[in-house]
């Protein structure tokens, strides 16, 4: 029989099962000891260098609106229990469960690799997208600094980029952001799920507070970088309530566009999202997952492009309808059109001979 996920404090998983590609699996089961057994140690955040060739990734992907993104990190401390990054770290042999958010890698190269792919002869500039899978503001970048190494060299080639996060430490930033999206070339999103703190802190364990997101809205809006708030992931039966409330609050504070996604529960993070929702919400789980389902032709997910991100359906419908009604309400239809690339130039290395014109 297997046991209930025990609470781990701080995280956002209830397990850590075995990657997928790992052969032998391990499994929880209930030997009847379990209220006799010490308390489990703390779970402590182990971070290790990354040795990338590249850090530019790039898609194909038709539902997306960029070919290519900027990843400082993978695994993401946040412990966000629906992100949709968690089954990645299945590749690295690591479980999307706890391991995601507790065994984190870091590329410490990331800026001089970046200088040197966009100093290759014949590189076409196109907005690159910073943080498309994990948050490139989680709580190591505090010290370990590699986004904004990344955003420094973007500064100094005049690259046009977008970035998104739901940490506050973005606005340590603001000196890079509001120059460069004054210039046209930057834009910051802003990740806002719940107003409703305890959701928030439940959901989204290492994140910043609700208020803290609103204030980074705010500051990079007064700085001069254009903000987009993305109410995302929807989770109906949950969060999908507080559509309007979020976007009139970030109206607020200066956002200028807004977004939504729906939930997600691609692989391993179905299992994970309904764990959670055991624990933390058990008078809603089956409502939520009805919900769900009732979006996603009876799954939890449904994959294909262009229905991955709004699901299906009336449900789906009624929530592309509010949100499109919110936006216009409060003003949210800014940012038509793309990025400068027009100003871009590799700048010169020392001992460069300097141009005649």
């Known amino acids: 029989m297997s046991p209930t996920p025990?609470?781990?404090?701080?995280?956002?998983?209830?397990?850590?099962?075995?990657?997928?590609?790992?052969?032998?699996?391990?499994?929880?089961?209930?030997?009847?000891?379990t209220l006799e057994d010490p308390e489990p140690a703390q779970l402590t955040t182990v971070v290790l260098p990354d040795k990338a060739k590249t850090i530019i990734t790039r898609n194909n992907s038709p539902?997306?609106?960029?070919?290519?993104?900027?990843?400082?990190?993978?695994?993401?401390?946040?412990?966000?229990?629906y992100c949709f990054a968690r089954p990645a770290h299945a590749y690295l042999g690591l479980s999307p469960g706890l391991d995601?958010?507790?065994?984190?890698?870091?590329?410490p190269e990331a800026a001089q690799l970046l200088t040197a792919e966009l100093s290759k002869k014949g590189y076409?500039?196109?907005?690159?997208?910073?943080?498309?899978?994990?948050?490139?503001?989680?709580?190591?970048?505090?010290?370990?600094r590699v986004t904004r190494q990344v955003l420094e060299v973007l500064q100094a080639f005049r690259h046009p980029f977008s970035i998104i996060t739901k940490s506050n430490l973005i606005t340590r930033d603001a000196d890079i952001l509001g120059e460069m999206g004054?210039?046209?070339?930057?834009?910051?999103?802003?990740?806002?799920?719940?107003?409703?703190?305890?959701?928030?802190?439940?959901?989204?364990?290492?994140?910043?507070?609700p208020q803290r997101r609103l204030d980074a809205v705010r500051q990079l809006s007064q700085a001069g970088c254009p903000v987009t708030v993305m109410f995302a992931p929807v989770v109906p039966g949950l969060t999908d309530h507080e559509l309007e409330a979020?976007?009139?609050?970030?109206?607020?504070?200066?956002?200028?566009?807004?977004?939504?996604?729906?939930?997600?529960?691609?692989?391993?993070?179905?299992?994970?999202?309904?764990?959670?929702?055991?624990?933390?919400?058990?008078?809603?789980?089956?409502?939520?997952?009805?919900?769900?389902?009732?979006?996603?032709?009876?799954?939890?997910?449904?994959?294909?492009?262009?229905?991955?991100g709004r699901g299906e359906g009336p449900l789906a419908d009624l929530v592309s309808a509010r949100f499109k009604a919110a936006r216009k309400r409060y003003?949210?239809?800014g940012m038509r059109g793309g990025l400068d690339v027009e100003q871009f130039r590799v700048p010169p290395k020392a001992g460069d001979q300097m141009s005649l014109f």
């Open 124 to 144: 076409v500039p196109k907005s690159i997208q910073v943080g498309a899978d994990t948050d490139p503001y989680q709580p190591l970048e505090r010290k370990l």
């Open 100 to 107: 995601f958010e507790s065994r984190l890698f870091f590329k």
């Open 63 to 81: 539902d997306i609106g960029f070919d290519r993104s900027i990843n400082p990190y993978r695994g993401c401390e946040h412990g966000c229990v």
């Open 331 to 333: 003003g949210l239809e």
């Open 182 to 209: 004054r210039a046209g070339l930057a834009r910051a999103a802003i990740s806002i799920t719940s107003l409703d703190r305890k959701i928030a802190r439940s959901m989204e364990p290492r994140a910043a507070t």
């Open 6 to 33: 025990p609470l781990v404090k701080g995280r956002g998983a209830r397990s850590n099962a075995t990657s997928r590609f790992i052969t032998a699996q391990k499994e929880a089961f209930d030997d009847g000891w």
């Open 246 to 308: 979020v976007l009139e609050a970030s109206a607020e504070a200066g956002a200028t566009s807004a977004g939504y996604v729906m939930l997600r529960l691609p692989l391993e993070i179905a299992e994970l999202f309904q764990e959670w929702l055991a624990t933390d919400h058990p008078d809603r789980a089956a409502r939520v997952m009805s919900l769900v389902r009732q979006m996603r032709r009876g799954k939890a997910y449904t994959s294909e492009w262009g229905v991955r």
